[in-house]
């Protein structure tokens, strides 16, 4: 197993423990972190991220969004939170010259068809599949409840609504309109668990709101090369959130390096123009 994952799961356990938390509990999530590391097995992942140039990793949250903020030489990410995407960028970019913002939404909407990108996503996490939606078509979205956005899906592309893929549709809107704004940078989709995933060496699968996932994704991130942030929730995010956030902005300072890989490649393209496709 990769040495970086067996130290990083170590200091989390001793962090824990030093935390006061229960015996019992700490026992619990040593026991997740070692039967994930021995699902990794001896290749595990990618050698620690050097960042070379500022990026943003985002996820949505309560409180509208929330960022990691990837620097060269920052010794952590730095948090940040704001109702808009543009005022989270905008936030971003006062301190730093963003190259890149990765974000976990669907970028590209489909006009008639599925996207391969969400079925190569599922495909990357065996046991973890579950978590990737399948993205419904521009009209679908353009709907006003669920109802009316299935009817409209299934005559697009014979597909049904699940309630996850629409309870994101202001935010999946939201970044569209904002990507029509044309930023001056470059903005990519990046799906946290298939991040997680590659980090790690195989996909984590306890689940991301438990001290047992939250302790594996810490470890995974920290022996990737992201420390843990000095903040992990406050109002209106929670811990899950900003390592997701973490988890897109590893994958925003590959894609800066030139290390990330698309799925599929080349992107798909539909009406929109908007190359569709999840990096990592």
């Known amino acids: 197993m990769p040495a970086g994952l067996e130290r990083a799961a170590r200091e989390a356990e001793s962090a824990l423990r030093r935390a006061g938390y229960p015996g019992d509990l700490v026992d619990r999530v040593a026991r997740a972190l070692a039967e994930h590391r021995a699902s990794v097995g001896a290749d595990g992942g990618p050698e620690p991220i050097e960042v070379t140039a500022p990026v943003l990793g985002v996820d949505g ?17 730095r948090v940040l939170v704001a109702p808009t995407i543009t005022a989270l960028v905008e936030t971003a970019r006062e301190s730093a010259a963003l190259r890149v913002v990765g974000i976990d939404i669907p970028i590209g909407l489909p006009d008639t068809t599925t996207r391969r990108a969400d079925a190569l996503a599922r495909r990357a996490l065996p046991g973890k599949a579950s978590s990737v939606f399948t993205t419904l078509t521009r009209a679908a979205y353009g709907q006003p409840d669920r109802a009316a956005a299935d009817t409209v899906n299934r005559a697009a592309s014979g597909q049904g609504v699940g309630a996850q893929a629409f309870a994101l549709r202001a935010k999946i ?8 704004t044309r930023p001056t940078l470059e903005v990519i989709e990046v799906h946290p668990e298939v991040s997680f995933a590659a980090m790690a060496g195989a996909p984590v699968l306890a689940g991301k709101k438990t001290p047992p996932g939250r302790a594996a994704r810490v470890a995974a991130l920290a022996a990737a090369g992201v420390a843990r942030p000095s903040v992990l929730e406050g109002l209106g995010y929670a811990a899950d959130d900003v390592l997701d956030a973490c988890a897109v902005g590893w994958t925003a300072a590959r894609h800066a390096a030139g290390l ?8 798909e393209v539909f ?8 990096r990592v």
């Open 61 to 77: 949250c309560a409180a509208g969004w929330v960022g990691a903020l990837l620097e060269p030489g920052a010794p952590r990410p």
């Open 173 to 180: 809107l939201e970044v569209d309109a904002w990507l029509r």
């Open 260 to 267: 990330s890989r698309s799925l599929p490649d080349p992107p």
């Open 271 to 278: 009406s929109d123009g908007i190359p569709a496709a999840i």
